[in-house]
């Protein structure tokens, strides 16, 4: 999964998910953060586990965000919580 936004004060993602069970999927994503002058600010981990319900129209499970300086790799912040979403029919 790669998104990117080409203004420089957004930011650049690309993560990876792997099936955990026949309805579950872990998903690990990096994003890189930059300020209004373009200048790197952080990166960005994004973790989430979650479940589909098995006709595939909605998922859940809790994510976790963990934000690190670019250069010392120090933490700047974590936040937990609980990830949910709809599917949005094509019709």
């Known amino acids: 999964m790669v998104c990117a936004v080409l203004r420089r004060t957004q930011n650049f993602c690309m993560g990876v998910w792997q099936q955990t069970g026949p309805f ?3 998903l690990n994503h990096f994003a890189l953060s ?3 002058a373009g200048v790197l600010d952080a990166k ?3 973790k989430e586990d979650v479940t589909l319900d098995p006709k595939g129209a909605s998922y859940s499970g809790p994510f976790t965000i963990d934000v690190y300086d670019p250069t010392t790799g120090a933490s700047l912040g974590h936040v937990g919580g609980r990830v ?4 949005v029919p094509a019709n």
């Open 24 to 26: 579950s999927y872990h």
């Open 34 to 36: 930059y300020n209004s």
């Open 44 to 46: 960005v981990n994004i």
């Open 84 to 87: 949910t979403g709809q599917r």
